[in-house]
């Protein structure tokens, strides 16, 4: 075992699961730096849960037998840790040289990749433009307010949720936005779920979506960049974007509705 008091990352989270009758949790990173998604038994979730950085192994034996009356050996305990420290879920070495790589292959991009396509929609194009057209042709009409405008609103808010549970406020709004001429840029400021170095993240990069590209208003961004400067960290927590989807869900419904000829400043806040 790598180490001695193993500390389980504050950004892992469980959700749980039946499975043939049987309760499982599913583990994952909410930050998207570890790939996997680990099926546990509620017994190896009570053991990750207590990986604090400052408990010993042997010292874990005796907190689970007094919270569950289970007992477990070392070998056992190790086993559970050995798995999490595989999965990149551990804070240690291991993961932070892996983070530090996953930061300079996510630097060295042009492309902030769709990270949520597959889970929070579609990742087959056609099946995505499909079920898009859907949301939009069944929306609710648009506010009353919203339909003597002439012109596009000046900003909107918007929700953050996969597609299947947010449709008819997505569609309320994009087919609304559809009848209206498009503008030049538009800017996102989304939800950061995870800490930031300051108060904003801006990502220099286009945007991948299974519907293509959504390309960055470069000259925009260097001035808001510019401006966002004073707050701190603009550039920096880059990696944060790479997992986040409260951009990335505006950026597909932007890509269906105006194609390429609109351009992105997305800020994470």
């Not at 305990?77 to 983070?99: G, I, K, M, P, Y």
């Not at 579609?122 to 009353?144: K, Q, V």
């Not at 949720?161 to 989304?190: C, E, M, N, W």
């Not at 990335?248 to 105006?258: D, G, K, S, T």
Request: with cysteine; hydrophobic share 40%; aromatic share 6%.
């Amino acid at each position: 075992m790598p180490d001695a008091f193993p500390k389980l990352r504050g950004e892992i989270d469980a959700s749980p699961v039946t499975h043939e009758g049987t309760v499982y949790y599913i583990v994952y990173d909410r930050a998207g730096v570890a790939p996997a998604r680990l099926a546990v038994t509620p017994l190896a979730l009570e053991v990750a849960s207590r990986l604090d950085g400052h408990t010993s192994v042997l010292d874990l034996t005796d907190q689970v037998r007094h919270a569950t009356g289970v007992v477990l050996t070392c070998s056992e305990v190790d086993a559970v840790v050995d798995t999490l420290d595989r999965s990149l879920f551990l804070d240690n070495a291991f993961f932070q040289d892996h983070l530090a790589q996953a930061d300079r292959d996510f630097q060295a991009s042009p492309l902030r990749p769709a990270s949520s396509a597959g889970s929070a929609y579609p990742d087959d194009p056609g099946e995505l433009a499909t079920e898009l057209e859907r949301l939009l042709s069944s929306a609710p009409p648009p506010e009353e307010s919203l339909a003597r405008e002439g012109a596009a609103p000046a900003g909107a808010i918007v929700p953050h949720i996969d597609f299947s549970r947010g449709g008819h406020a997505y569609g309320q709004l994009y087919s609304f936005l559809r009848s209206r001429p498009a503008p030049k840029t538009v800017v996102v400021v989304g939800t950061a779920h995870l800490p930031l170095p300051g108060r904003y993240s801006l990502c220099l990069k286009d945007f991948a979506t299974p519907l293509g590209q959504l390309p960055l208003d470069r000259e925009r961004s260097e001035v808001i960049r510019r401006h966002l400067a004073p707050y701190g960290g603009v550039e920096q927590g880059l990696l944060a974007h790479r997992g986040e989807h409260s951009v990335e869900l505006q950026a597909v419904w932007l890509r269906h509705i105006y194609g390429d000829k609109v351009g992105l400043v997305p800020l994470l806040a």
